[in-house]
């Protein structure tokens, strides 16, 4: 099982930030920014190559949801990052996204 599907299921201890039964929401164990946590699905999906027409309600669902957990951590302006694929960094093969926030964020590529 993946790191994240441990995660989600309890094996390995996270700090949770929000929860329902689609998705899941924790603290990044090595934040960029004062405000950083991961939201996963709930379902493994392993980056954006894998949504479709199936799976897409949980990342609908992850963007419907961000507004409100980030409200819960007091902040309002904030940058959501993917990394899809070895190239781009990404280290867990299971979609996650980045919320990052809380400082005036620096360096940007877009
Ligand atoms: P990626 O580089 O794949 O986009 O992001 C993976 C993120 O997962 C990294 O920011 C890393 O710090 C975080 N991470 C890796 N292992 C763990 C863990 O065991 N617990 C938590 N909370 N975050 C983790
Ligand atoms: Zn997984």
Redesign the pocket.
């Known amino acids: 099982m993946c ?2 599907c441990e ?1 989600i299921n309890g094996n ?1 201890p ?2 949770k930030v929000y929860e329902d039964d689609m998705i899941y929401a ?7 920014a004062p405000v ?1 946590f ?1 939201v996963v699905p709930k379902e493994h999906i392993e980056n954006v190559n894998g949504i479709n027409a199936e799976n897409s309600k949980y990342v609908a669902h992850i963007f419907e949801k961000i507004p409100e957990i980030v409200k819960s951590q007091g902040i309002d302006s904030y940058r959501v ?3 899809c694929g070895k190239d ?6 299971h979609l ?1 996204f ?1 919320v990052v926030g809380g400082t005036e964020l620096g360096e940007k590529i877009l």
């Open positions: 790191l994240f995660i390995i996270s700090t924790f603290k990044d164990i090595n934040p960029a950083h991961l990052i993917n990394n781009a960094g990404q280290t867990v093969m996650h980045h």
